[in-house]
């Protein structure tokens, strides 16, 4: 090894790990020796950029919090995330997008009908939709996880003194695969733009603004859950949005209630428009 | 942008970067987000697998402190910070290698001829060499920045308790760019083993252990510096050094001292063996 040169040095370190033959440990991780050895080659490094790529995820690091993970944001903007969504979609189903990070895997149960934004300001909206699976069954019991900013732009575990399961809810789809509530329509927001990743798009002359967007999880039994987000048609920054999330067959339309309109569904608060999300899952492996 | 897919997704990452065109920024960043997306697609990476690489720059983010730098442990064991060190060589000078996470640079200036290790265990042995150009001119006055590990292979940064400057010392070359001091022969080490990057070892049934070593930085004005270190011959892991820092050239000779031998240079203590280390560096650009 003392004889290892630029070019022979990245067959020596995957020598070095003694991973099971054609195993993904192994696929990964050499996949990843060579992407960055022949990027540090390509581009020749010096040891000044070098030291600052190391700056830069020690600084993404320091201003990581259980509540706050810059290196998925790093991720996010990179389009690196919106890249596994993509891969990982399923023939026929829903497209996925992005987790983001301000999931919490305890949100409330609720009956179907209820409000999200219960004394919120903001345009209260019924978002009634079905799940079925690829064969266009309809999946009764199927779990509808989401989660929203508000009005504002904010979600409510960013605000100190604000019940972080604001604007969350579970529900479960009835017999038909259908599911309704109401909320109010959310509004844009930036990414955080305070830390490293911010200063990265500040030097790219990049804003952080995504699109107003619903996040949901779906899952029902025998299925493969789905991630996804749903925008809303004529709105800002969906053609830029910061973390590449938005997919056409994810824009959905925001129609007003007319006058006397009967929307089908009992709703605990009356809407003033309605949106239709409808979400597709594929069998599990 | 609501229209990309798998493919046209990296070209629409690189667009919202609003760099100079043909900068340095720009072909850092554009072969960075090209390896890092030719890197998922290849290997069609899974949520799950994605969500296991965030979750280990997080964890190396939170066990790094000003004293301990995880991600330059991460590029050591990697190979990629020897690679840097390869790539940014100069032809006709001394080989770089590994500045490791151990370095602080206002170590004290010493006198030609002082003992680094004043009261320490081990074998005391002589260092001497010389600085000189690529045409083969010894360089006065260059500076010579040492420090190493002790008898026991523990650098006294890492010990509480220990002043953080033993084991270390700024020397100056004389008139003929010779430089000289005792110290006592390191031991070999293992890097920190306790993190996610001990954990990605043990994964990789990878051991942790460095040769013995000495760090040096040499400096002369009008000169390109160079980070290096100097290892022995005949010595333990010369040839699976953890992070890939050997190299043919910078492998020394330790010689006992013969009975009755004059060394030639006036030292506080007398030495038992003797290593001759000569330095060369390239002018700067």
Known sequence: MRDIDQFTITQAVKDTFRTEKGSRFEQLLHGLIDHLHDYT???????EEW???LTFLYDCGRISTPERHEFILLSDVLGFSALVDMINSRDGATEGSNLGPFYVDDAPRMPLGADLAAGRAGVCVLVRGKVSDT??????GAIVDTWQADAAGTYPIQEQGQDKMDLRGVFETDDKGEFWYTTVLPRPYTVPYDGPVGAL??????HAW???HLHFILRA???SS?????FFENMEYLDEDAVFGVRSSLIARVRPVREGEDP??????APEAVVEVDFVLAPAD
């Open 51 to 53: 030291m600052r790529v």
């Open 210 to 212: 995504r699109p107003a």
């Open 41 to 47: 080659r390509e581009n020749r490094l010096t040891h």
């Open 135 to 140: 064969r266009h069954r309809p999946l009764a």
């Open 226 to 230: 789905i991630t996804t987000e749903v």
């Open 221 to 223: 039994p025998g299925m």
């Open 201 to 206: 798009l500040r030097a790219g002359d990049r």
């Open 264 to 269: 089908g569904v009992t709703t605990r608060r």
